[in-house]
């Protein structure tokens, strides 16, 4: 069965960087793009950008252009996400999700289950 | 402020049929396929509509999807209390090239 599993909660200061991974298993990772969504408290979900885990093709919404890099390694079946420049504004919880083969960019089937970032001084 | 305007709150009694909207422009919703989401507190969220009214599989029929120009709208039939959560509508905006969420609509079952 499709899974995926992502490492655990993080506390960074403001300024920081900070790197999540996510490891699917059950599946092909070269063969479906992995999506990073971001929820803040209380807020709805925030899609980030998405890695191409065949070509390392990276797309990245606007409003993290600059500050988000999104990388994979294929031998391990792993995405990761990396934000830098943090500020309170990224304590969110991030997942990685991975889409259905008949809605690419906006399906996502299969979520991990979620890494707490909290960004406080 | 969401690109994708949902209202914030429905509510319906247990059998009823309640109704999720969705809102958007030419750029996003009007040109693309619609794509709704089911989320329970400290969950990620669920698929439950794709390309406007597609379900996937173990989703129950009680959830349809339809759209209609810069509108989307997501039916649900035969009201559950474990229906209660947070309903997100998603689609791609050409303009922003990227994936947008509605604000959410919180669905209460009285």
């Known amino acids: 069965q499709v899974q995926l599993v992502q490492s655990g909660a993080e506390v960074k200061k403001p300024g920081a960087s900070v790197k999540v991974s996510c490891k699917a298993s059950g599946y092909t990772f070269t063969h479906f793009y992995v999506h990073w969504v971001r929820q803040a408290p209380g807020h709805g979900p925030q899609w980030m950008g998405r890695i191409n885990p065949n070509t390392g093709d990276t797309h990245y919404a606007r409003n993290f252009q600059g500050r988000v890099t999104m990388t994979r390694d294929t031998s391990i079946s792993t995405a990761y996400m990396e934000l830098s420049g943090l500020t309170s504004d990224d304590t969110a919880v991030y997942y990685c999700a991975k889409p259905t083969y008949y809605d690419l960019l906006t399906g996502y089937e299969y979520w991990g289950q979620g890494t707490l970032l909290t960004v406080s001084s | 402020q969401s690109v994708l305007t949902q209202a914030p709150s429905a509510s319906g009694t247990p059998g009823q049929t309640v109704t999720i909207s969705c809102s958007g422009s030419t750029s996003n919703i009007g040109g693309n396929s619609v794509t709704w989401y089911q989320q329970f507190p400290r969950t990620a969220p669920k698929l439950l509509i794709y390309?406007?009214?597609q379900r996937p599989s173990g989703v129950p029929d009680r959830f349809s999807g339809s759209k209609s120009g810069t509108f989307a709208a997501l039916a649900i039939s035969g009201l559950q209390s474990e229906d209660e959560g947070d309903y997100y509508c998603?689609?791609?905006?050409?303009?922003?090239?990227?994936?947008?969420f509605g604000g959410g609509t919180k669905l209460t079952v009285l």
């Open positions: 998603v689609t791609w905006d050409d303009s922003l090239s990227g994936a947008v």
């Open positions: 390309r406007n009214d």
